[in-house]
């Protein structure tokens, strides 16, 4: 088959390396790939420690991307020769204060019902993993089963193999689809309309500026804006692995790289398209961050990202055929863009060479859209 993918991030690149090896021929329409969400992402795999309370179908989905990931890190990385940097170090939960505490106890109790495995650690056993951090903390523990990878990495490896195996990139932005004879056509300004017998509206939080779009699908996805920040610390030692901690109610993020980098995030906020960058969220993540481990005052302040994360009506995905039409979708990957696109990118891949829904994203179907 011949498939245009409508949006050049994670969602979109994924899918197009597991069409492309089924030896489909792919093009991917993005005027500037992999500068959005997949840029600013930290590259947690974090299905326990993202988990809600009253997510539990989308924590399964979540898990079962995450088993997909090492396989998949495999198969990218064998097309291209470029490391992706996996890294099953685990996730230190740490709660600062005892109402921190409290709320990350109730936490695991909850995680542990839904099975999942969070050992709690005492201060000693936390300085023996990561004698740089401070402390004491009144909550400690660790989720063995959260990992990460380098995104960057990954866009970069992804984008070589999508080279490799001929993906065709068109970097101009698609203004519009047209709905002709039944089958939805891109339409790009200025360009005559390319014909393809699928596309795949892969365009993350950028969904809302296709015209053309059912207003189903163009109003079900909304930004949710996230700042996130980048330090070099001087050694690749300051911390060994992903912390997540509650400090005086603010959640935090610390995500180390070999290259001694640390990602440290992030806000969340539901202000629209607003791109400015606010000094008191960076200030707070970053004196939490300096609270939790005391020498990460001496790291070089790097980068500071806005970007926007895309959510949906429910927060869940929405994957698959739209309306029996040649349209399929992969949108709403919120909080969890590089987690679930192992998996949505695989159940996608097959939606499309089949026809039918995946079992695995039976409840993730446009069915949802269509019955709004
Ligand atoms: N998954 C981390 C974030 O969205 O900030």
Request: proline fraction near 5%; hydrophobic fraction near 40%.
């Amino acid at each position: 088959m011949d498939i245009g993918i409508i949006g050049g991030g994670i969602a979109g690149q994924s899918a197009a390396f597991r069409l492309a090896a089924a030896n489909h021929k792919v093009t991917i329409y993005d005027p500037s790939p992999a500068t959005g969400a997949s840029l600013a992402a930290a590259g947690m795999l974090a299905p326990a420690s993202e988990v809600n309370f009253s997510e539990v179908p989308l924590l399964r989905l979540m898990q079962h991307s995450n088993d997909l990931w090492p396989d998949f890190v495999r198969q990218i990385e064998s097309v291209s020769g470029v490391s992706i940097g996996l890294r099953m170090d685990g996730t230190l939960i740490l709660g600062y204060e005892p109402n921190d505490a409290r709320d990350l106890e109730r936490l695991a109790e909850f995680q542990r019902e839904l099975g999942i495995e969070v050992t709690r650690l005492t201060h000693r056993q936390v300085k023996e993993l990561e004698p740089e951090l401070g402390g004491p903390f009144p909550f400690a523990a660790m989720i063995s089963t959260d990992n990460q990878l380098d995104n960057r990495q990954l866009m970069h490896s992804l984008e070589v193999a999508l080279d490799q195996l001929g993906v065709k990139i068109v970097h101009k932005s698609v203004s519009s689809l047209a709905l002709k004879g039944g089958n939805y056509e891109i339409v790009l300004d200025d360009h005559p309309t390319p014909r393809h017998d699928i596309v795949l509206l892969a365009a993350g939080s950028q969904v809302g500026s296709i015209t053309g779009l059912p207003t189903a699908i163009s109003g079900a996805i909304r930004p949710v804006k996230g700042q996130i920040i980048r330090v070099q610390a001087q050694s690749n030692t300051l911390l060994n692995r992903v912390v997540r901690s509650k400090t005086y109610g603010k959640t935090l993020y610390m995500v180390p790289r070999t290259s001694g980098e640390i990602v440290i995030g992030a806000t969340q906020e539901e202000v629209g398209f607003d791109t400015t960058a606010k000094v008191r969220p960076i200030a707070e993540m970053l004196t939490n961050a300096a609270l939790l481990l005391p020498g990460l005052g001496e790291a070089d302040f790097k980068e500071q990202l806005v970007r926007f994360r895309p959510g949906s009506i429910d927060n869940a995905p929405i994957v698959g055929q739209y309306c029996n039409s040649n349209l399929f979708l992969c949108l709403g990957h919120f909080r969890h863009g590089i987690l679930l696109s192992a998996a949505l990118s695989k159940y996608v891949a097959e939606s499309i060479q089949s026809g039918k829904q995946p079992s695995e994203i039976e409840g993730f179907g446009a069915a949802r859209l269509e019955a709004n």
